[in-house]
């Protein structure tokens, strides 16, 4: 079974939901997303965990973010 995680996830220090996803995506059957804006690096983020969920589907809104320079993934 996964680590618990917080009920109210707030970004604040440890309390993220990048940590909450990582703890979570192991034991997951399907993940859905839903987002106004997504991008791929937050799967890059999860690297190793959401490869290994059977289902992931996203609904995402139609704007996007320019990636500068300074935002690059340094995973």
Do not use: C, H
């Not at 589907?57 to 690059?72: A, L, W």
Request: charged residues 25%; proline residues 4%.
């Amino acid at each position: 079974m996964a680590d618990k995680i917080p009920v109210i996830i707030d970004n604040r220090g440890d309390n993220t939901v990048l940590q909450a996803l990582q703890k979570l995506a192991p034991n997951l059957q399907k993940m859905d997303i839903a987002t106004g804006v997504f991008e791929v690096r937050s799967l890059l983020q999860l690297e190793g965990s959401w490869q290994q969920v059977p289902q992931i589907r996203i609904m995402m809104g139609n704007e996007t973010i320019s990636i500068t320079e300074k935002d690059t993934y340094k995973g």
